[in-house]
Protein backbone atom coordinates (compact mmCIF):
# COMPACT_ATOMS: atom_id res chain seq x y z
CA UNK A 1 0.00 0.00 0.00
CA UNK A 2 1.55 3.61 -1.08
CA UNK A 3 0.97 6.42 0.61
CA UNK A 4 1.80 9.46 -1.05
CA UNK A 5 1.24 13.52 1.35
CA UNK A 6 2.81 16.29 -0.96
CA UNK A 7 3.29 18.74 1.72
CA UNK A 8 3.55 22.42 -0.21
CA UNK A 9 2.46 22.48 -3.35
CA UNK A 10 3.40 25.79 -5.51
CA UNK A 11 1.01 26.92 -8.91
CA UNK A 12 3.59 27.92 -10.73
CA UNK A 13 5.78 24.24 -9.55
CA UNK A 14 9.14 25.93 -9.36
CA UNK A 15 11.20 25.08 -6.37
CA UNK A 16 14.73 24.80 -5.12
CA UNK A 17 14.48 21.25 -3.89
CA UNK A 18 12.70 17.90 -3.40
CA UNK A 19 12.89 16.36 -0.22
CA UNK A 20 11.35 12.88 0.13
CA UNK A 21 10.78 11.26 3.26
CA UNK A 22 10.16 7.74 3.06
CA UNK A 23 9.02 5.14 5.38
CA UNK A 24 9.36 1.28 4.64
CA UNK A 25 7.28 -1.15 6.34
CA UNK A 26 7.44 -4.64 6.22
CA UNK A 27 10.92 -4.92 4.66
CA UNK A 28 12.42 -8.15 4.16
CA UNK A 29 15.56 -10.12 5.96
CA UNK A 30 18.07 -7.81 4.19
CA UNK A 31 17.79 -5.61 6.56
CA UNK A 32 20.04 -7.38 8.32
CA UNK A 33 22.79 -7.21 6.49
CA UNK A 34 23.84 -3.73 6.53
CA UNK A 35 26.57 -4.02 3.57
CA UNK A 36 24.08 -4.92 1.02
CA UNK A 37 21.76 -1.97 2.31
CA UNK A 38 24.44 0.23 2.05
CA UNK A 39 24.81 -0.84 -1.32
CA UNK A 40 21.26 -0.70 -2.70
CA UNK A 41 20.93 3.46 -0.97
CA UNK A 42 23.97 4.13 -3.01
CA UNK A 43 22.84 1.94 -6.19
CA UNK A 44 19.45 3.99 -5.99
CA UNK A 45 20.87 7.48 -5.62
CA UNK A 46 22.90 6.84 -8.65
CA UNK A 47 20.09 5.72 -10.43
CA UNK A 48 17.89 8.67 -10.20
CA UNK A 49 20.94 10.62 -11.36
CA UNK A 50 22.35 12.17 -8.11
CA UNK A 51 26.51 12.45 -7.45
CA UNK A 52 27.79 10.23 -4.55
CA UNK A 53 30.50 13.11 -2.64
CA UNK A 54 31.13 11.47 0.15
CA UNK A 55 29.44 8.28 2.49
CA UNK A 56 29.65 7.48 5.78
CA UNK A 57 27.76 4.45 7.60
CA UNK A 58 27.64 2.98 10.95
CA UNK A 59 25.79 -0.40 12.02
CA UNK A 60 24.86 -0.79 15.23
CA UNK A 61 25.40 -4.46 17.70
CA UNK A 62 23.19 -6.63 17.21
CA UNK A 63 21.71 -4.92 14.56
CA UNK A 64 20.43 -1.93 12.81
CA UNK A 65 22.15 0.34 10.18
CA UNK A 66 21.83 4.24 9.69
CA UNK A 67 24.30 6.16 7.30
CA UNK A 68 24.24 9.22 4.97
CA UNK A 69 25.28 10.05 1.61
CA UNK A 70 26.73 13.48 0.59
CA UNK A 71 25.41 14.26 -2.87
CA UNK A 72 26.52 17.03 -5.02
CA UNK A 73 22.56 17.38 -5.42
CA UNK A 74 22.21 17.31 -1.51
CA UNK A 75 21.92 14.29 0.93
CA UNK A 76 20.50 11.23 1.50
CA UNK A 77 19.99 8.92 4.53
CA UNK A 78 19.06 5.39 5.81
CA UNK A 79 18.14 4.13 8.81
CA UNK A 80 17.13 0.68 9.65
CA UNK A 81 15.15 -1.65 12.34
CA UNK A 82 15.53 -4.73 10.92
CA UNK A 83 14.35 -6.10 14.09
CA UNK A 84 10.88 -4.38 13.12
CA UNK A 85 11.29 -4.65 9.30
CA UNK A 86 11.18 -1.22 9.43
CA UNK A 87 13.33 1.35 7.22
CA UNK A 88 12.95 5.38 7.49
CA UNK A 89 15.36 6.80 4.23
CA UNK A 90 15.30 10.77 3.65
CA UNK A 91 16.46 11.93 0.22
CA UNK A 92 16.81 15.44 -0.70
CA UNK A 93 17.94 16.78 -3.63
CA UNK A 94 18.31 20.26 -5.70
CA UNK A 95 17.19 21.37 -8.66
CA UNK A 96 14.52 19.92 -10.71
CA UNK A 97 17.00 17.69 -13.03
CA UNK A 98 16.97 14.64 -9.85
CA UNK A 99 13.82 12.77 -9.26
CA UNK A 100 14.27 11.12 -5.35
CA UNK A 101 10.96 9.14 -6.28
CA UNK A 102 12.85 6.94 -8.64
CA UNK A 103 15.54 5.82 -5.91
CA UNK A 104 12.84 5.35 -3.78
CA UNK A 105 11.39 3.03 -6.36
CA UNK A 106 14.37 1.09 -7.00
CA UNK A 107 14.68 0.43 -2.59
CA UNK A 108 10.94 -0.53 -2.77
CA UNK A 109 11.95 -3.27 -5.02
CA UNK A 110 15.57 -4.24 -3.28
CA UNK A 111 13.80 -4.16 0.33
CA UNK A 112 10.80 -6.30 -0.98
CA UNK A 113 7.73 -4.30 -0.05
CA UNK A 114 5.01 -1.89 -0.95
CA UNK A 115 3.91 -0.80 1.93
CA UNK A 116 6.15 2.46 1.83
CA UNK A 117 4.37 5.85 3.13
CA UNK A 118 6.12 8.71 1.20
CA UNK A 119 6.24 12.72 1.98
CA UNK A 120 6.87 14.69 -0.48
CA UNK A 121 8.23 18.32 0.08
CA UNK A 122 9.21 20.96 -2.66
CA UNK A 123 11.21 22.82 -0.77
CA UNK A 124 12.24 26.55 -1.58
CA UNK A 125 9.50 28.47 -3.59
CA UNK A 126 11.38 30.31 -6.21
CA UNK A 127 8.53 32.97 -6.58
CA UNK A 128 8.58 33.08 -2.88
CA UNK A 129 12.41 33.43 -1.89
CA UNK A 130 12.41 35.89 -4.72
CA UNK A 131 9.84 38.03 -3.27
CA UNK A 132 11.48 37.63 0.11
CA UNK A 133 15.12 38.28 -0.80
CA UNK A 134 13.91 41.77 -2.62
CA UNK A 135 12.66 42.57 0.30
CA UNK A 136 15.19 41.92 2.73
CA UNK A 137 17.88 43.56 -0.31
CA UNK A 138 15.25 46.63 0.26
CA UNK A 139 14.90 46.79 3.83
CA UNK A 140 18.86 46.34 3.97
CA UNK A 141 19.93 49.34 1.19
CA UNK A 142 17.15 51.64 3.30
CA UNK A 143 18.81 51.18 6.30
CA UNK A 144 22.44 51.40 5.53
CA UNK A 145 21.93 53.81 2.31
CA UNK A 146 24.02 57.31 3.13
CA UNK A 147 22.39 60.53 2.35
CA UNK A 148 23.11 62.09 -0.85
CA UNK A 149 24.98 65.14 0.01
CA UNK A 150 27.46 64.43 3.05
CA UNK A 151 29.33 67.31 4.62
CA UNK A 152 32.61 66.88 6.15
CA UNK A 153 33.28 67.96 9.36
CA UNK A 154 35.68 71.02 9.18
CA UNK A 155 39.35 70.98 10.01
CA UNK A 156 41.46 73.40 11.82
Same mark, same amino acid.
Given at each position: ???? #?????? %??? !?? +?????IA $? &? ?5 ? +? ?11 ? *??? !?????? =???? &???? %? ?6 ? +?? =?????A ?6 E? #?? *? ?8 T ?5 T??E?? /? ?21 ? $???? /? ?11 ? %? ?8
Open positions: MKKS #NTTKNN %SKN !QH +LGTHV $E &FFGCNKT +LENAERVSEYIKA *AVI !QCGATI =LHEK &FHKF %SPQGLTGY +LL =LAESHSIHTWPH #NY *AAVDIFTCGTINPHAIYL /KEKLCTNDVEIKTILRGDVYKTT $EQNT /KAHTAYSESTSLP %STRTRPSVS
